[in-house]
């Protein structure tokens, strides 16, 4: 009889992706199809992502990017919009407790000025209470928008130009990449998307572009940290050019 070996007895550990980005996609489905309301997916989505996240932290990943909410999100019914707010308010709660001690860095990227007060304190006090750790960086994507955060950079790069601190010939690469909510980060390595869909939504669309895509047909609530292994096992069986040969 033969066994299949576990991927992670197949990964190489010394090369890690630095960097990962997840669009966790497919909660209401997950949930529609056990008959549930959406929001049932929606929680059950962010027992995953926990799971996800103390992994990727134990294994040695320095980075990981979660899609929560996008700047289209907001043209969902009221209802699940609410309760998704809400959700994301008790996650960075939990998160400054129980993933502090976890020693995870927690960082909120995307437009702020949209969400409510509380979230906007929360995020304040979690990113200022979870600041003092060293493990992995976690940027959670709420009320984000990949085209929105680099037109905010094009703003800030194009004041600094008619006010005379920067010539406009001097613009490059780091330059922009610095203005990004994701600045002094590496670039995602792997991108998972899970759902089936495969596409990027408007998720870190400079940040990706030499991102090893990787998509599963999974739901996110699905998603286990064997699914992960799987997606860093293929990653490193790819060939990165960067455009070389
Ligand atoms: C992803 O799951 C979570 C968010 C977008 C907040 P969806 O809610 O998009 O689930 P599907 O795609 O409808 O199944
Ligand atoms: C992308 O999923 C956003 C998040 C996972 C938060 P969507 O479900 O909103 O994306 P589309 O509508 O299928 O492109
Ligand atoms: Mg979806």
Redesign the pocket.
């Known amino acids: 009889m033969f066994f299949r070996r576990n991927k992670k007895q197949e990964i190489d550990f010394d090369h890690l992706p630095k960097h990962i980005g997840i ?3 497919g909660n209401g489905r997950w949930a529609k199809k056990r008959g549930l309301p959406r929001s049932a997916g929606h929680s059950m989505g962010a027992e995953a992502l926990k799971k996800i996240v103390t992994e990727c932290n134990r294994i040695g990943i320095g980075y990981i990017t979660v ?4 700047t ?2 907001w043209k969902r019914p009221k209802e699940e919009v609410d309760y998704l707010m809400n959700l994301l308010l008790n996650y960075l709660k939990d998160a400054e407790r129980s993933l502090a001690g976890e020693n995870v860095v927690i960082r909120a990227i995307g437009s702020r000025a949209e969400l409510s007060e509380e979230i906007q304190e929360q995020i304040i006090k979690t990113e200022a209470f979870t600041a003092k750790n060293d493990g992995i960086v976690m940027n959670i ?1 709420l009320n984000y928008g990949s085209r929105d955060e680099i037109l905010q950079a094009v703003k800030t790069l194009a004041k600094k130009v008619s006010a005379g601190e920067l010539d406009a010939e001097d613009i490059d690469d780091t330059k922009l990449s610095a203005c990004l909510y994701t600045g002094g980060q590496p670039d995602p390595d792997l991108l998972i998307r899970t759902s089936g ?1 495969e ?1 990027l ?1 408007n ?1 870190l669309l400079w940040q990706v572009a030499y991102s090893e895509l990787w998509f599963t047909k999974k739901l996110w609530p699905d998603f286990t940290k064997e699914d992960l292994y799987q997606a860093i096992y293929d990653y490193q069986q790819r060939n990165r050019r960067f455009g070389g040969v």
């Open positions: 669009i966790m996609d899609y929560a909410f996008s289209e999100n994507a869909e596409r939504s998720f």
